[in-house]
């Protein structure tokens, strides 16, 4: 997470410059795969266009390198996602880099504005221990997209060691907090400290390594941009009972399951706990108290090995006994309420590509001509597109029009051409099943019935559990495309059609094509 940080700091780098510099091209660049396609389609070779995700690297996740920071340097227009769907230090860094006289323009907040659907992220997955994530509520006046609150553990006070961390959409750690090498006030909390951007919210998992009382305390500041004074500071504690009966510590609220976030609420001034277990909820269902009358329940059933993957072993040997909380959602999302995966409908799709042209033309007014006639073919072909999607989905027999998948990312796919999304399974990435884990999971599919689950290519080594339930109830196992390209499939048309040809041939229906089998050739 610093070093995301650290890069937002950097505003000039001496000596560097791009090779598109030395034509008079105007110069672009892109966060992901999917935008640096649709930009370029438009762009055409009037603009030099260059994409800051790597190809087949999770945008939840992807830190921003020195190479990135020198391509924005030099850009005159910088085309984002966000929605929150970007790690936010790449957000940070195209701000802090990008010209005075550029733009940073964040495509699926333009696009409502030239007919986009936007729909809420539906985040209601049954979980029987808490779902613990980090939320900021409210915000300050002037903030900007660059503002952030940053949420550090300051200190622990237990019986073990405490871990928390993010699991990416391939299944990698990232670790967040952890008391087992101390505290660094001289630092700052570097270790120990995350950043979210305004009324945000991420998920989490959990490990703690004994059994106990924990006290939990949490410093938040709040910045109005990277390098500026820390503001609105709030401090509390939080008890965690691991594997002991939480009714003794006299607290207020016990949350045994659901939903829960430690929260920086800025309206109130106080570190709270928001959840959809305590009283009082909001329109989104969540209520509040202060962060020092709750305690969070970890019960017995949640003692669970350390996987035998190396990446884990920040928490405890592989094979050993640690209680666990599960991240429950199977990648990194830091996110409002707001489902940022717009491009899962084409004609989302198509609204970014008329964003795309408009910024360019008002960049670079000497194309503008070649600008919108790449734009007019982009949107025909995205018809195409939109149809081959439709026409495939409706070959499906309606009772198998339901996805299960390992990410939230389908929504507006399945709200768009009448599918159902049925589960989000990603029971724990941090560890293996448990035999109830799997049991639970194999029931949830043969009740189910359906032909199909559905995984990421980049996401496969990590879904033991879907993969083992689906061997088990005879579900086959097949591809998604969701965040990024693939070896073969590297354009966004592909993608979409791989997808349609996917659902198609895994759920009964009829294929149109065989996009989905290009990396098997």
């Avoid at 001496?14 to 992901?32: K, Q």
């Avoid at 389609?41 to 990135?68: F, I, K, M, N, Q």
């Avoid at 009448?418 to 029971?427: F, T």
């Amino acid at each position: 997470m610093a070093a995301g940080f650290a890069l937002a700091a950097i505003i000039v780098l001496p000596g560097r410059t791009p090779s598109a510099a030395e034509d008079d091209r105007l110069t672009v660049v892109a966060t992901t795969g999917i935008l640096t396609d649709l930009t370029s389609r438009v762009a055409g070779d009037h603009a030099h266009v260059v994409g800051l995700v790597p190809p087949g690297a999770d945008p939840h996740t992807y830190e921003p390198s020195l190479r990135d920071v020198r391509d924005i340097v030099n850009a005159r227009i910088a085309f984002s996602n966000y929605l929150m769907l970007e790690e936010q230090s790449l957000i940070r860094t195209i701000d802090a880099n990008l010209p005075a006289t550029a733009k940073h323009i964040a495509l699926a907040e333009e696009a409502s504005g030239y007919s986009a659907e936007i729909i809420p992220l539906v985040e209601n997955h049954s979980l029987d221990t808490v779902w613990l994530g980090l939320r900021v509520h409210g915000t300050v006046e002037g903030a900007t997209r660059s503002s952030a609150v940053e949420l550090a553990m300051i200190q622990a006070d237990g019986p073990g060691a405490v871990h928390g961390f993010v699991t990416g959409t391939f299944g990698n750690p990232i670790g967040v907090f952890n008391s087992a090498d101390g505290f660094d006030p001289a630092r700052g909390y570097t270790g120990d400290l995350t950043s979210l951007p305004m009324d945000a919210h991420t998920h989490m998992s959990w490990a703690f390594t004994e059994p106990g009382v924990y006290e939990l305390t949490f410093h938040s500041h709040y910045v109005a941009d990277p390098g500026s004074r820390p503001r609105n500071q709030l401090t509390g504690r939080l008890a965690v009972a691991v594997g002991v009966d939480p009714t003794t510590l006299g607290k207020k609220v016990v949350l045994r399951e659901g939903h829960a976030d430690i929260t920086a609420d800025l309206t109130q001034g106080r570190l709270a706990v928001f959840s959809d277990q305590i009283a009082g909820g909001d329109a989104l269902g969540l209520g509040q108290a202060a962060i020092d009358d709750v305690v969070i329940h970890v019960p017995s059933k949640a003692l669970l090995p350390v996987p035998a993957d190396p990446s884990y072993r920040f928490i405890a040997r592989p094979g050993a006994d640690v209680y666990q909380l599960p991240q429950a959602v199977l990648g990194k999302h830091v996110h409002g309420e707001i489902d940022p995966h717009l491009w899962q409908d084409v004609r989302n799709a198509q609204a970014y590509v008329e964003v795309i042209r408009d910024q360019l033309i008002a960049a670079d007014p000497a194309n503008a001509t070649a600008y919108r006639d790449n734009a007019r073919a982009t949107l025909a072909e995205l018809d195409q597109v939109h149809d081959y999607v439709q026409r495939s989905v409706a070959t499906i027999p309606e009772a198998n029009r339901h996805l299960v998948t390992t990410h939230d990312a389908y929504g507006y796919l399945a709200h768009r051409y009448g599918l159902q999304i049925a589960a989000v399974v990603a029971p724990s990435p941090v560890q293996e099943p448990s035999a109830a884990d799997q049991r639970r999971l194999t029931r949830t599919l043969a009740d189910l019935n359906l032909p199909a689950v559905f995984i990421e290519p980049n996401a496969t080594q990590h879904s033991h559990a879907l993969i083992g339930a689906a061997k088990q109830t005879g579900t086959s196992v097949c591809r998604i495309w969701g965040d990024a390209f693939t070896r073969k499939v590297t354009t966004y048309p592909d993608m979409m059609r791989a997808n349609a040809d996917s659902l198609a041939r895994c759920l009964g229906g009829q294929p149109l094509g065989d996009h989905d089998l290009k990396d098997d050739r």
